[in-house]
C-alpha cells in the first residue's frame, strides 16, 4: 500500500512539473520576429503591475496607459525584461482599473500573464522582474494612418 501511494505522489508531481514546462503558445503573430523587424513600433511601460499567482487565475497582470491611437491596433507584444515576450490581441479597454484613472486622450489596457507561466518564471527566478513595473512593456505596431502618412 505504502509502495502505491509513494507511486501515485511521484506520478502526480511529474504531471505538475510537465503542465508548468509545457509550452503554450496560442498566438496568432510571432512575437520575436514583430520585435526584430524594422516596422515602426510605440512601447508604452506598466502604470500598476500585480503578481499574486497563488490567488488563483487572473492575478498576474499589468495596467498600460495607452494612447486613444492604438485601440484598433491588431496586436501588441507583452515583454517583461529578461523573462518573457508574448503577443495579445486587444480584448477591451477602460478608464479606470484598479484605482488608477485613464489620463484625458488615453485607455487602460490589463494584459495578463497565465498562472502556470508566472508560476514558472517564479521557480525559475524572475519573481523580481515580474514585480519591478519597470520591466513590462507593450509594444504596439504603428498605426496604419501613421504609417501611409509617413511614406507620402
Known sequence: MRRKIIYVLILLLSLSVITLWWPVNDSECDSEAFLKSK????????????????????????????????KQTPFFVLTVKGAIS????PFGYRQNFDDIFAEAGTHLVRNYIRTRIALRLILQGF??????????????????????????
Open 39 to 70: 516596422t515602426k513600433k510605440f512601447q508604452v511601460q506598466a502604470t500598476k503591475v500585480v503578481v499574486q499567482p497563488w490567488l488563483g487565475e487572473h492575478q498576474v497582470y499589468g495596467v498600460f496607459m495607452v494612447p486613444d491611437e492604438y
Open 86 to 89: 508574448e503577443c495579445s490581441r
Open 127 to 152: 519573481y523580481f522582474q515580474l514585480n519591478d513595473k519597470q520591466s513590462w512593456t507593450l509594444t504596439f505596431p504603428q498605426p496604419k494612418a501613421d504609417r501611409e502618412e509617413m511614406a507620402e
